[in-house]
């Protein structure tokens, strides 16, 4: 991390507590220094600038910015104690004060007196690569430096600029270094608000100069560029060599390319200053020359004139470029003339004029009596009282390019009438450089570096890895004929760290050989894995030579959205153009096919996103990818060519057929987002090709918040809306009314095996035979329900994987990764219309079956109690196939479960600052044995948690019954930082404190998940050696309604009911932190005999935890523990669940029930009391209060009887 340093010179101990540490003037207390802390005479404090809080250590909860940043210390009152602002940094070197207080570069020494590193020449400093026009693959132009020399080289204070008139443009901040032999970028955007390393000026992607100068504007290296290609840099090859070429794959602030393709070219740049922005003119602010023509000519004489230096003007904003004002005018008039003379030496035939303008508002200027060029005038000879033709704010520099034909050999006199939009206008300015330049280049095209990157898949569902894992990939080839040590040439996918996966030592790549390497970020770097892997949506890849030949860019990639499954390629290999291949790793690359981009259809979109951007999908209605790069989006018709979309893009088929664009209005994010955003009140969006031409269009009208719109099925002509089911990026569908899953068993061993459990929650019967199950969204059609299957009302229906995993589409459900569930309507002929249910699942445990839970949110698809598909403790698998289907039993909770979260903890409830040392996540075993959080016959397979923060519970932890955990964000190994933590929340000594976590707990919603390891997977399964994770406990909270309200605070969440589901708001509530205590309000529960009823509910109630649950204590009919769960007393008999009435009401029967706020209830009836299934009349969420609930039956009512129960919770 990052590292600041303290240091008390004064005599007296210093008192830190209150005092605060910022890199945010506006927000000087980011880190406020604990009360009490102290720092001695002539000792030290150092402090660690990171949020991550992994180390021990004081953490100041942010990082500093290596481009550039401030520090500010605060005192308690708010006045400023000490500050200092830095430019770009060299990495693993430090800024200190020298015994002078001076700062100074070096070596770095905390915790002891600083020690100066020596610095180098910069007069050896080389303007080494320049970006003029970026689109896709950077977000601005930039201007990379090199430093030749060995040591570290001082910029500040040192001067870049793309004017020769005003060679001061942009100042380098103070501090400011660049490494020995290393880069440094700044980014050319015209926006220096954006930190040190950013400059006040952009580059013309035209014709242009940059200029490197010492304070004193002597010249230290100069470039003068012709036009610029779109996405590709120029600079020195080698770095900081004579050589300059065009770069397809910028790297700024990584090694530059060798010469590749066309070779290197020496470029010999001339440059003439003819007359600088400061330059002396004469002025006349008095009278109309409408009347005296003449003094546009080179021989009027304007000696009564008077006369100042550049910039001329009047203007308040102090915003004009250097050199600044050099003479002040008066306004109130329409129009300005000026005049001066500029000497011509040599003959310019070849050169090309470059001139930089500052003006405010339109001008006209003459170049020896005639006409030159004008800048916002309209055409037509101007008067006195001619207008600008636009309004200037603030006077900025304007570049033009001329041809020296007009000058003469000689003086030059130049003449300007400098135009206003109005007598009132309140700022004039006036100011004009021209340098005069050309370029020789002599190219060698004898250089071809002889290794490429050959083929690259970003987006790998499906090729494995050694490891059975899918895994990104990128292959390497040797284009020589001679065998070539690769060994510490290095892969990256971001060119200001080259080095960021080495090629191990000796790597030999035969004489046109291929080497694969792997992208798989689930897996630590090897010699064959780089252990981070590559963005679908768009990225690159570099592959940089070794140290040794300088570590220059051997060549490089960088794509847009790809297609699943199918890599980028060169064709022929090595040598080609890139584009899209079948996957051949290894071997000689193929081309796919690609279909039209007529069959291109815009499929969903989202214009009212309730929480992040809007977003919008494409389709390919074809059976291959097809190419999108190239293609433009829009969202006004009427502007075709708004957003393209970036080069090597493709979109996929079959369940990859989907490229989902985020509408955000910021195309520098990205491949995958466009330059606009979509209007909730309703617009348009289009489809074209580079031509222009029309391939598809959509208009759609107000839009609903959180609901989508698209085609259905997919492609069709058909618009609906999706109110409960948008799928940005994947096949749209509406929920099936008649039908939904509503169990499966996934995990099996004999007499056992793979179910799934349909349910029709209507009143009506519905015929499902020729409708399709299937776990995999590219073939909806793996199973077809036999003709005549009919799904009653209220009933169920169970197939068995002996029916599905048969036939050429037979499936069985991954227990060990997750799978999924789909079930699709179609017609007579088969034919799918997009009305599905579908549902997702992670790994199992054996024999464990999930099903439907209605929460206060909606549904739930969770672990559940016990299985109930009819037969569930059978003999053999053809007595379990016999189960025709039940209503499911509740949700599985524990053995340990999430009791508590701190998701915001501030400093005080007038101090908003966070502390992230003070989150915390409470863990709590609500089982009556204890529990090991490890795999006790693999020991090294551990619980984690996951998800919104990643933690690996240590080897050998257990949690006996009733007792809590905590983990955190910080080391508890820090001694000062636990004391803290424990002293705050009152955490008892015997409590185990875990951490530190990775990542934060966010403070509008997250998920975290607990999570315990199932047995390895054994051979000879293909995933042999794999180890399942199951999900124990998952809760996803939110700072919105219905959570409760425990963000920032001073509260936390805390979990009511232990033993209920977990995953519901009504289980939570805010109340001041209990860390390692029990929850107020029935969250502290033990279950310390077993009986299914907490401690402390038994004590309320009986006094006495002697009582089992069977009993029943008011002799109500009501077991203890049928109370307990019901929410009822157990000490009052007319306090329990039971059917208060049922009603006959217009041809239908109401039924009341007495209800318990918080708890959900499933209503069923039967019209036979001695047989008969059970079947669903209504599901109710949880109550909002304690009193009588209500249920409708409708009917029909075949018989004369009909009975009812009432199931809690819901089922």
Not at 400 to 413: D, F, R
Not at 453 to 467: D, F, G, R, Y
Not at 601 to 624: C, H, K
Not at 726 to 745: C, D, F, M, R, W
Request: net charge negative.
């Amino acid at each position: 991390p990052d590292l600041i340093e303290l240091y008390n010179a004064g005599p007296a101990t210093a008192s830190l507590g209150g005092m605060g540490l910022s890199d945010t003037a506006t927000l000087p207390f980011k880190y406020t220094f604990p009360a009490g802390t102290t720092l001695a005479p002539g000792a030290y404090l150092v402090l660690l600038a990171d949020s991550a809080i992994t180390l021990p250590g004081i953490h100041t909860g942010f990082s500093l910015k290596q481009g550039g940043d401030d520090l500010t210390l605060t005192s308690a009152a708010g006045a400023v104690v000490d500050s200092v602002a830095f430019g770009p940094q060299v990495t693993d070197h430090s800024i200190g004060r020298s015994p002078s207080g001076e700062w100074v570069l070096c070596t770095p020494t905390f915790g002891g007196p600083n020690f100066a590193h020596p610095v180098g020449d910069p007069a050896r400093l080389r303007i080494n690569e320049w970006l003029a026009d970026a689109q896709f693959v950077s977000n601005n132009d930039f201007i990379e430096l090199y430093n030749p020399d060995p040591q570290p080289v001082e910029l500040a204070g040192l001067l870049l600029s793309n004017a020769s008139g005003a060679p001061e443009l942009n100042p380098i901040a103070p501090l400011s270094y660049i490494a020995g032999g290393g880069l440094t970028r700044f980014t050319a955007d015209g926006d220096p608000q954006q930190g040190p390393d950013h400059l006040n000026f952009k580059l013309s992607p035209d014709v242009g100069l940059i200029l490197l100068s010492f304070p004193d504007l002597t010249l230290i290296d100069a470039i003068l560029y012709g036009p610029q290609q779109t996405d590709v840099s120029q600079g020195r090859s080698p770095d900081g060599g004579d050589t300059i070429t065009s770069f397809a794959q910028p790297t700024p602030g990584g090694g530059n390319p060798g010469a590749q393709g066309g070779g290197g070219c020496t470029v010999l740049n001339d440059i003439v200053d003819l007359l600088p922005l400061n330059a002396t003119w004469s002025y006349d602010q008095t009278d109309n020359l409408d009347g005296t023509p003449a003094w546009k000519t080179a021989a009027f004489n304007d000696a009564a004139w008077p006369s100042g230096k550049g910039l001329l003007a009047v203007e308040d904003c102090n915003c004009l470029p250097a050199p600044g004002i050099g003479t002040t005018l008066t306004i109130g008039r329409l129009t300005y003339y000026f005049r001066t003379r500029f000497v011509v030496k040599t003959n310019l035939s070849g050169f090309t004029l470059n001139l930089s303008t500052v003006l405010d508002d339109g001008a006209v200027v003459y170049l020896n009596g005639t006409e030159w060029f004008r800048l916002g005038m309209a055409a037509g000879t101007p008067v006195y009282s001619t207008l600008a033709s636009r309004n200037v704010s603030n006077g900025v520099l304007e570049y033009t390019n001329l041809p020296p034909t007009a000058l003469l050999q000689g003086t030059n006199v130049l003449a300007v009438e400098v135009h206003q939009t109005g007598a009132t206008s309140s700022d004039i300015t006036w100011g004009l450089s021209i340098t005069a330049s050309r370029s020789v280049t002599n190219c060698d095209t004898s250089l071809q570096l002889p290794l490429v990157l050959n083929e690259v898949l970003a987006n790998s569902p499906t090729v494995a890895t050694t490891a059975t894992r899918a895994a990104d990939w990128v292959e390497v080839m040797n284009t020589s004929t001679n065998a070539l040590d690769i060994g510490e040439a290095s892969l990256t996918d971001d060119p200001s760290f080259p080095r960021k996966w080495i090629f191990p030592a000796g790597t030999l790549l035969p004489a046109l050989g291929h080497k694969v390497v792997f992208f798989d970020a689930s897996l630590p770097a090897s010699g064959t894995n780089t252990g981070f892997r590559l963005p679908a949506t768009g990225g690159a890849v570099f592959l940089f030579d070794k140290p040794a030949h300088g570590t220059p860019l051997a060549d490089g990639v960088r794509f847009g959205l790809q297609a699943a499954g199918y890599p980028i390629g060169r064709i022929p290999d090595g040598t080609g153009n890139w584009g899209l291949n079948l996957p051949t790793p290894g071997g000689i690359n193929t081309a796919a096919g690609l279909a039209s981009p007529s069959t291109l259809r815009i499929n969903e979109w989202m214009a009212d996103q309730p929480s992040g951007p809007d977003w919008f999908e494409l389709y390919n209605t074809a059976s291959q990818p097809v190419a999108l790069g190239g293609l433009y989006l829009t969202d006004n018709l009427a502007d075709k060519f708004q957003s393209r979309i970036a080069p090597l893009s493709f979109i996929g088929v079959g369940a990859d057929a989907y490229a989902l664009f985020t509408a955000d209005n910021n195309a520098a994010a990205g491949a995958d987002h466009v330059n606009f955003s979509l209007k909730k009140s309703g617009e348009a969006l289009g489809l074209y090709t580079a031509a222009g031409t029309q391939l598809d269009a959509i208009a759609f009208g107000a839009q609903v918040s959180g609901v989508s719109q698209g085609r259905l099925p997919d492609g069709a002509t058909a618009i609906v809306s999706f109110a409960t089911t948008p799928t940005p990026g994947t096949s749209n569908y509406q929920p099936l009314p008649a039908a939904v899953i509503n169990e499966i068993l996934a995990h099996t061993d004999p007499p056992l095996e793979d179910a799934i459990e349909l349910y029709n929650p209507t009143d009506s019967d519905v015929a499902i035979g020729g409708w399709y199950l299937s776990n995999a969204a590219d073939n909806f059609k793996r199973f077809r329900i036999p003709d005549g299957t009919l799904l009653k009302a209220r009933g169920y229906i169970v197939l068995y994987e002996y029916q599905f995993n048969t036939g050429a589409n037979a499936f069985t459900l991954n227990s060990a990764h997750g799978d999924q569930v789909i079930l699709s309507q179609a017609d007579a002929l088969g034919t799918l219309n997009g009305y599905r249910a579908q549902v997702g699942f992670g790994a199992t445990e054996n024999g464990v079956s999930l099903g439907r839970y209605t929460t206060s949110v909606g549904t739930a698809f969770v672990p559940l109690l016990a299985r109930s598909f009819g037969v569930d403790s059978p003999a053999t698998v053809a007595q379990f196939r016999t189960g025709a289907g039940l209503p499911n039993a509740g949700p599985r909770v524990g053995p340990l479960v999430i009791s508590e979260i701190e998701y915001h903890p501030v400093a005080s409830p007038v101090d908003p600052t966070e502390r992230a040392e003070e989150e915390y996540i409470e863990i709590q075993n609500v089982s009556a044995a204890t529990v090991a959080l490890y795999d006790t016959a693999f020991p090294t397979n551990v619980w984690r948690l996951r998800n919104g923060v990643d933690f690996d519970f240590p080897a050998g932890t257990t949690l006996t019954p009733g007792a809590r955990l905590l983990v955190v964000g910080f080391a508890p190994g820090d001694a000062s930082l636990l004391a803290a933590f424990r002293a705050k929340y009152g955490v008892a000594p015997t409590v185990p404190v875990l951490g530190p976590w990775s990542g934060r707990l966010d403070n509008a919603s997250d998920v975290l998940e607990l999570v315990k390891p199932d047995a390895p997977q054994t051979a000879p399964h293909p995933d042999a050696g794999y180890v399942p994770q199951i999900v124990v406990d998952r809760v996803h909270y939110s700072s919105a309604l219905p959570w409760p309200t425990a963000d920032g605070n001073g509260l936390s969440l805390q979990r009511i009911t232990l033993t209920a589901f977990g995953d519901d708001p009504i289980n939570w509530m805010a109340s001041a932190p209990t860390a390692g205590s029990a929850n107020p309000g029935g969250g502290g529960i033990t279950d310390s005999d077993g009986d299914g009823m907490p401690d402390d509910w038994e004590m309320a109630h009986f006094g006495t935890l002697a009582r089992d649950g069977s009993g029943d204590f008011d002799g109500d009919g009501m077991t203890d523990l049928q109370e307990y769960l019901a929410g009822t007393n157990p000490a009052n008999g007319s306090d329990l669940l039971r059917i208060l009435s049922v009603e006959s009401v217009a041809n239908s029967y109401v039924i009341r029930f007495s209800g318990v706020a918080a708890h959900t209830y499933s209503v069923y009836y039967r019209d036979d009391v001695a047989g008969g299934t059970w079947k669903k009349l209504s599901d109710l969420g949880a109550l909002p209060s304690t009193g009588a609930a209500q249920v409708t039956d409708p009917g029909p009512f075949p018989l004369a009887t009909r009975f009812y129960k009432v199931v809690t919770p819901a089922q």
